[in-house]
């Protein structure tokens, strides 16, 4: 019994500094950087309307 009780902890001890590892990697990597920012950008309005060129509109340039 008591052999088993060690090889579960140790067992146990390997998957989480296996799932800290890979939380450290994800942090490292920018995944959690903004994590509220992407459903807020949707709803921006920063596009503008394109500018015209002045000298095209409404003018005639026959000779």
């Not at 067992?11 to 994800?26: D, E, H, K, P, V």
């Not at 950008?41 to 394109?50: A, F, G, I, K, S």
């Amino acid at each position: 019994m008591f052999k088993s009780t060690v090889i579960l902890i140790l067992l146990s001890l390997c998957i989480g500094t296996g799932a800290w590892l890979f939380f450290i990697w994800t942090v490292k990597r920018g995944d959690f950087d903004d994590v509220e920012g992407p459903k807020y950008r949707m709803l921006d309005d920063e596009e503008t309307p394109p500018v015209q060129d002045s000298s095209s509109q409404g003018e005639n340039h026959e000779k």
